[in-house]
């Protein structure tokens, strides 16, 4: 009898995530909630830092309820090479395209360091620098900064001494982040959130653990739904 004709398997069963959008869990230290939530855009176009053939430029901030996605550009007269250009490293290139940021109150955060999602809320501010795109000569990273700052200067910190980019300071308006905020909407409000703790495969188990065994009594009431959450000044 041949190993692959020997008559139909049983097959395992594996979680598949789920199909529809689950209400936002929260958690606006791990990353822009971009699924459930369009942020107000701060057309905020300043540069950081300049050499003779490179350029460093905020081109905007994307203000969520409770953070911002800083957008940064890179232009170079010449190729560039090594793309993405900012990124967190276990032992930090102080040569590269760094980039920080000094709140009023004195926190700070920068791309020196690698970044890893917690679970739990923060006890220092996060800056996550995310997959970036663009060409040869252009470069754009949208680097995520939590919590939104007090009212205040916020400190952009750039450094690029590969490109004979000194360190440089730009004050942004942290009181401004905070009144846009307000202007940031939520997508699908309503939207129940999902079962088990957060933890979409544990929750998929469960239920294919249940089609298995057959049907069982009626759902009970839905967990309650989300109330949009709004920055409010300091």
Known sequence: MSFFTDGPRERPLFPVRERELFGYEGRPWT????????????PW???????ERTIVALRAVEVWPEAMTLRIAVYSRDRMDGAPLIGHRRIPDYNS???GVLFPDGGRASSETVSVPSAGEPHEPVLRVEEGSGSEFRYEHPVFV???PSAGPLKVIVQ???REIAETHTKLDGG???????????????LPKRPGNGVAMRQIAAE????A??????????????QPRRATGE
């Not at 176009?45 to 050499?51: D, I, V, Y």
């Not at 401004?176 to 309503?190: F, K, N, T, V, Y």
């Open 146 to 148: 939590w919590p939104l």
């Open 213 to 226: 065994a057959g049907p069982g009594p009626a759902a009970g009431p839905g967990l309650p739904q989300r």
């Open 45 to 51: 176009a300043t540069p950081l830092g300049r050499s």
């Open 160 to 162: 690029w001494l590969d």
């Open 97 to 99: 395209l760094l980039v």
């Open 176 to 190: 401004r982040l905070r009144a846009a905020a307000l202007e940031a909407g939520e997508l699908w409000p309503g």
């Open 31 to 42: 990353g822009p909630p971009a699924d459930h939530i369009v942020p107000a855009l701060v």
């Open 208 to 211: 294919v653990n249940d089609a």
